[in-house]
């Protein structure tokens, strides 16, 4: 069965960094593309960054755009998002999906980050 498995969120101070991974199991992953979503408390949630399956090509929401940086490693089914000069704002739990048809086919369970002093 198709599984998706966030991790690497944790507490961060503003300006800090972290990698979020998001292990793939179940389908063949060098096939799809794949997306990186959040959620903070009471906002809807919001697309972040697209890779394409071979990972030539990326996409970022304006609001992260030049601070994350979306990889893959297609070898270890692994999906990545490095996320540098973290704000407050960026405080959400963040998700990982399979794309199929341009929709979210399957869902991760989410990693919570959480940027405070």
């Known amino acids: 069965q198709v599984q998706l498995v966030e991790s690497g969120g944790g507490l961060v101070q503003p300006g800090g960094s972290l990698r979020l991974s998001c292990a793939a199991s179940?389908?063949?992953?060098?096939?799809?593309?794949m997306r990186w979503y959040r959620q903070a408390p009471g906002k809807e949630r919001e697309w972040v960054a697209s890779i394409s399956a071979a990972g030539s090509t990326t996409n970022y929401a304006d609001s992260v755009k030049g601070r994350f940086t979306i990889s893959r490693d297609n070898a270890k089914n692994t999906m990545y998002l490095r996320m540098n000069s973290l704000k407050p704002e960026d405080t959400a739990v963040y998700y990982c999906?399979?794309?199929?048809?341009?929709?979210?086919?399957?869902w991760g369970q989410g990693t919570q980050v959480t940027v405070s002093s």
């Open positions: 179940g389908f063949i992953f060098s096939t799809y593309t």
């Open positions: 999906t399979r794309v199929l048809d341009w929709r979210n086919d399957y």
